[in-house]
Structures are given as C-alpha cells and as structure tokens.
C-alpha cells in the first residue's frame, strides 16, 4: 500500500508540470496586461513599461516560465500582482468557505442522491422510477446561473425567507472574529446560535445549487449499480433464504454496488472543492472559485496559476484516497 501511494504520488509531478504549462500559455494567450490594469487609463506607456520591468513581465516567456517554476519548486506560489498579498495567504483565507460550502453541497447531493438511486433500482419502471430519472436529467440539465438567480429570486427577494448572498449577514459580520474559518464549526466552537442559525441560512442557497449536478449524477450512478447487482444470483439466494427486503438491498446489494458510486462521489467532490466559479460568483461567496475568477478578470497571473496548481493538487489527492478507500470496501483489492 506504502509503495502505491509512493508512485501516485510520484506521478503527480509530471501532471503538474503539464498543468502550469498549459496553464501558463493559455493565461498569456488571453488580451489584456496586468501592468495596464494596475495603472488604469491614466497610465502612460512609459508608465507601464516600467511596472512590466518591475513585475519581470518584459522577460522573455520561457524565461518567465522558468521563474514561475523555480518558485515553485521552493513552494513560493508568489504574491498577487494587484494586492501584493501572498498566493499562499489568500488560499489560506479562502479554503475554509470552499471546504464549508462543497462538505453541505455534497452532503445534499447524497442524502438525496442515493435513496433515489436506490428507489430508482428497487422499483424499475414504475413511477417512483421514472420521476427520479426525469429528475436527474433535469438537475444535469440545468444551468448553474440560472438556477441560482432563480433561488434567489424566489426564496430571497419573493418570500424573503433567505439571505440572497455572502457568508454571514453584516451586523454579525462585525462583532463575529473567525477561529477555524469555518463559520459553522466557529459558530459552535462558540455556542452563538445566532451566528449558527445564520451562518447556515446563508450555506442553504449556494449548496442547493452547487449540489444540483453531483445529485443527479449519483442517482443515475447508484440506480445503474444496483441495477447490476440486483440481478446476481446472490441477490437471489439471499431473497430465497427468508431474509428482510430492506436487509437485502442495504447489506447485500448496496454494500456490492458502492465501488462505482464511490468513485463518482469522489470525482464530484474533488470538483467541488475545486471552486465552483459560476456559484459562489452568483452568491458572492469569498471561496476559491470566485478567487480565481478575479484573477483571470484582472489577468493577475499569480493568482491564476497558484489557484489552478492547488485545485489540481487537491483533485488528485482526492482521487487518490478514493483508490485507496476500494481496497478497505473490497477485500478483494490488493495495491502492490
């Protein structure tokens, strides 16, 4: 197991160095100069050769290229060229409302995703059925904009029974020092329900909408495996033996069927924690995704290219702990 994750581990480098590659020459194709966004209209062009000479954005691309990757190598993600604020510093502050915002999204996704799956499965072809599938092509279906403008509009400005964005409501904003970075968990730390109460009424829009897709997809997933295994002969004898319908489907067919749908939570949630730009853009959440969007918007590059390598970074570890995870589900799976 050691040397499995060793060589996983080991084979992140080169799909990191092919991820700053592209990375960097697709930010460089992109109109526009961070020398010219700091300096406005009013910046004249000598002005903005010398900012280019400052920021070494004069340099040659390879030259810059290799710059970025010696920094890296030195785990230096740079500082932001517009705040001068430490990439590192910035993750740092953001990761938590990330984290925070994709653990209720996907818990959403599976508290509602799976029983459908496994209704869907249960009952092939019948209403209950057709109504969970209808569903999870809609929710794939549904553009993420769309539907938070729509939420919002319905459950924040119709019937005001939410708030429209941001993570905590202002009044408690202030008085409200973060520990952990974890509204919720700080909130609790804290016993201040009424920090808890809103902290959460604001997680409720944004999770809805972000868990959409990750719902959808693992309904269809769970009804597919449970598909497949309720159609084995162990299936059959385990009915034949006397034993409980629900003790069938959630020890026997379900425990069988949990590779695949393992791997689709883990895929979904690695996306997730990734930074879901359209969401937290709509609702004004200070996450990562929203983070990186600014920067591509004011071509800071060391923002786009620190974001992007710590996204894949976390993608990758997640996809790695889904692996080994199979080996604990299926004592058949052994890593060498």
Not at 37 to 58: D, S, W, Y
Not at 233 to 261: C, M, Q, S
């Amino acid at each position: 197991m050691a040397k499995y994750i060793l060589k996983r581990l080991l084979g992140l480098l080169p799909v990191l160095f092919g991820i700053t590659l592209l990375v960097f020459i697709f930010l460089h194709l992109i109109p526009g100069d961070p020398a010219t966004v700091l300096l406005g209209e009013r910046g004249t062009p000598e002005q903005v050769e010398i900012l280019r000479a400052k920021l070494g954005l004069n340099q040659p691309l390879p030259l810059q290229y290799l710059a970025f990757l010696w920094s890296l190598l030195r785990l230096d993600l740079g500082n932001s060229i517009i705040s001068g604020i430490p990439i590192i510093d910035e993750i740092t502050s953001r990761w938590p409302a990330t984290f925070e915002l994709s653990v209720v999204a996907m818990l959403v996704a599976l508290v509602i995703g799976i029983p459908a799956g496994i209704l869907a499965a249960v009952r092939k072809n019948s209403w209950l059925d057709n109504l969970a599938m209808s569903g999870s092509l809609i929710g794939v279906s549904l553009p993420v904009y769309w539907l938070g403008l729509m939420l919002i509009y319905l459950f924040a400005v119709y019937l005001k029974w939410l708030p429209p964005s941001g993570r905590i409501s202002v009044d408690l904003g202030f008085g409200f020092k973060s520990i952990t970075g974890f509204y919720i968990l700080d909130a609790l730390l804290r016993w201040d329900l009424a920090a808890l109460r809103d902290a959460i009424a604001h997680l409720i829009l944004p999770a809805l909408t972000l868990g959409t897709i990750p719902l959808a997809i693992i309904a269809r997933i769970t009804r597919s495996a449970m598909l497949e295994v309720l159609s084995q002969d162990y299936i059959r004898t385990a009915r034949a033996k006397g034993l409980p319908e629900y003790w069938v489907i959630l020890k026997h067919a379900l425990k069988n069927a949990f590779l695949p749908i393992v791997t689709t939570i883990g895929l979904q949630f690695g996306t997730l924690l990734g930074g879901a730009i359209l969401t937290e853009t709509i609702f004004s959440w200070p996450g990562i995704g929203s983070w990186i969007y600014s920067g591509i918007l004011t071509r800071d590059y060391p923002i786009v290219q620190g974001g992007v390598i710590f996204v894949s970074v976390t993608f990758v570890l997640i996809n790695l702990a889904v692996d080994i995870s199979y080996a604990f589900l299926d004592p058949r799976i052994q890593y060498r």
